[in-house]
C-alpha cells in the first residue's frame, strides 16, 4: 500500500509559478514510477508528467513541456511539480499517482495509487 498526499495549490496570477509536492508512505517508494495529473471541471482527467524510478527519465504532456518540471527526492519520499509561466488553461485540480510500470503512467489513468488532490487556479 502507498499513501499519496499532495500540497502546494494555490491561486496564481497568469505568469506567475507554483510548486507542487507530493508526499508518498507506505510502501518502498523508490520502486515505483511517479505522475502528475490534472482535471479541470466538466474534462477528464489528463496526463501532465510522469517520472521513473530513479529520477533519470521524465515526459511530459505538450501543453506543459518547458513551462512544468517534475522531480523526486526518493530519500525523502516526495516529488514535485515546479510550474512556471502558469497559463489560466492550468487550472484545475492537479493529483499524484503512483504505478510499478513507466509507460502505464503515461497512457492510462488505471494507476496502482491516487493522491487526494490539490487545487491549482490561475487568474488572468
Known amino acids: 500500500q502507498v499513501q499519496l498526499v499532495e500540497s502546494g495549490g494555490g491561486l496564481v496570477q497568469a505568469g506567475g509559478s507554483l510548486r507542487l509536492s507530493c508526499a508518498a508512505s507506505?510502501?518502498?517508494?523508490?520502486?515505483?514510477?511517479m505522475g502528475w495529473f490534472r482535471q479541470a471541471p466538466g474534462k477528464e482527467r489528463e496526463f501532465v508528467a510522469v517520472i521513473n524510478w530513479s529520477g533519470g527519465t521524465t515526459y511530459y504532456a505538450d501543453s506543459v513541456k518547458g513551462r512544468f518540471t517534475i522531480s523526486r527526492d526518493n530519500a525523502k519520499s516526495t516529488i514535485h511539480l515546479q510550474m512556471n509561466n502558469l497559463k489560466p488553461e492550468d487550472t484545475a485540480v492537479y493529483y499524484c499517482?503512483?504505478?510499478?510500470?513507466?509507460?502505464?503512467?503515461?497512457?492510462?489513468?488505471?494507476?496502482?495509487?491516487w493522491g487526494q488532490g490539490t487545487q491549482v487556479t490561475v487568474s488572468s
Open positions: 507506505g510502501s518502498t517508494f523508490s520502486s515505483y514510477a
Open positions: 499517482a503512483a504505478d510499478k510500470i513507466y509507460g502505464k503512467v503515461v497512457v492510462s489513468t488505471a494507476l496502482d495509487y
